[in-house]
């Protein structure tokens, strides 16, 4: 009886270990976890993933700084430009997602983002309607860089004298942002009607979209989960030179495919940034005690064309590249010479940081992150980072311009940032303890069967012991003849 108890435990504990190394080669229960991530990961109606989709839960800030100059007059003159830091002036945003509609049998999702900003005083360093920043006067500028050269060269330079406009100017912070009336422009605007009269950086953004999208659902493959294909009626751009840099690639950054690895890129479409563009694999974390992937702009992204040939397609006019770090996106902002960079020239050119003087460039304050689950493909904390720049120069046919140096000209830097709130992250935690127990079976069999395997040997040696121990007289018969 002893001798079968110790072959079933023998053969059970022997069962046990092969079944279990044989489901982790096989990843028979990733493999079923996997499944069900990518078939509940589509974008369908009425679930949960949907739902998230479109009204986003976590909170979104906003947050402004602006490069208040303190020696205008000695700029014009040819000095450094010594600039100071203000801000944040914080706006808590909001951005559902409105007007959806399922296109191709549920295969394409069509929808406008339209985003409103409500200021947070508790979270901001002043009164946006009272603090003033002295400023580059983007206005003059873009009218004079418009007008140069051409018959409207003396009536610009006419109304700049008229109006006492030059090269900077003092304005609040709200108008600055969300717009202000301006004299030149507006003048400009009764010959040129499609000339704004109105300029703000972030004029008619406030509770209005930038387009509508098309995103594919997922349905037919995970990996399309969310992934733009159309912006305002176009499946790629037309303000670059080369048909790769006109392509839109990527999701809109706030959602992505499951089951994300270290080795792939990560591509985002962005209207700020008027392009594509991918990020890379950084470095493993934990947010709210979630697994998490950083992945940051490649600095292949806004590399100089001799590190990366490709961005050539950048360079517009065709050439005329401004160097690594800046992009020249005046083709998209009516002509305005708009310069976009990482806040304070990060991982730019030495050269744009050297220019301006209260340029401090730091890792952890101005890279642009996303920490993304791999396994969900969720977002659990962002921040991107973009500073508005413009191009100034002197111009002899505006004596406005002075002897100002040829200057990336910083006016401020946004920082776009959310954070995963409790309840949502308490419940991904949920869903990632479920996989866990699911993917941890065949850890658990081997557990099981290697306790077998011990009990074994302890029962076998046992046994071996015994029958070692006893003595001749005790294995005599008890009958003897």
Request: proline letters at 6%.
């Amino acid at each position: 009886m002893k001798s079968l108890c110790l072959v079933t435990v023998g053969v059970l504990a022997m069962t046990l270990l092969i079944a279990s190394i044989s489901l982790l080669v096989a990843h028979v229960f990733q493999t079923v976890v996997d499944l069900q991530v990518k078939q509940g990961t589509v974008l369908k109606n009425g679930t949960e993933t949907f739902e998230a989709w479109e009204d986003p839960p976590p909170p979104v800030y906003m947050q402004f700084y602006f490069f208040n100059v303190s020696n205008p007059l000695e700029v014009l003159q040819g000095a450094t430009p010594l600039v100071e830091e203000i801000g944040p002036y914080t706006y808590r945003e909001y951005r559902p997602r409105v007007h959806v509609q399922f296109l191709d049998n549920g295969t394409k999702v069509s929808a406008l983002n339209p985003k409103t900003y409500v200021f947070e005083p508790e979270k901001s360093v002043g009164d946006p309607e009272v603090d003033l920043i002295r400023t580059i006067n983007i206005p003059a500028v873009t009218a004079m860089e418009w007008s140069r050269s051409t018959p409207l060269q003396f009536a610009t330079e006419v109304l700049l004298l008229l109006y006492q406009e030059s090269l900077f100017t003092v304005r609040s912070v709200h108008q600055l942002l969300w717009g202000y009336r301006d004299r030149l422009l507006s003048t400009i605007h009764v010959l040129h009607p499609e000339i704004d009269p109105v300029f703000g950086l972030f004029s008619k953004m406030n509770g209005s979209d930038d387009g509508e999208y098309v995103f594919l659902s997922g349905e037919t493959n995970y990996l399309n989960f969310s992934r733009i294909v159309e912006w305002k009626g176009k499946e790629s751009l037309n303000w670059w030179t080369t048909e790769a840099c006109n392509m839109i690639n990527g999701t809109d950054g706030t959602s992505f495919h499951p089951l994300i690895s270290k080795d792939e890129n990560i591509y985002i479409f962005s209207s700020d940034f008027c392009r594509s563009l991918f990020l890379v694999f950084d470095s493993s974390g934990a947010v709210a005690g979630v697994p998490t992937f950083r992945f940051v702009p490649s600095s292949m992204v806004f590399a100089n064309t001799s590190v990366n040939p490709a961005n050539a397609g950048f360079c517009v006019p065709a050439g005329n590249c401004p160097g690594t770090g800046v992009l020249n996106v005046s083709v998209c902002r009516q002509g305005a010479p708009i310069f976009l960079s990482a806040p304070h020239f990060y991982q730019a050119d030495p050269k744009f940081v050297e220019d301006i003087e209260g340029m401090h460039p730091r890792k952890e304050y101005h890279e642009t992150f996303l920490d993304i689950n791999p396994l969900t493909g969720l977002v659990l904390q962002a921040a991107k980072r973009m500073q508005v720049n413009v191009h100034v120069r002197k111009l002899p046919e505006f004596f406005e311009t002075g002897n100002i140096r040829t200057l990336i000209f910083p006016v401020m830097y946004i920082n776009e940032s959310v954070l995963i709130d409790e309840a949502s992250a308490s419940k991904l935690r949920h869903v990632l303890l479920e996989a866990s127990v699911v993917t941890g079976i065949p850890f658990v069999i081997m557990a099981l069967g290697i306790v077998f395997g011990i009990v074994f040997i302890v029962l076998a040696c046992r046994s071996q012991r015994i029958s070692e121990e006893s003595t001749e007289e005790e294995r005599s018969p008890l009958i003897r003849t």
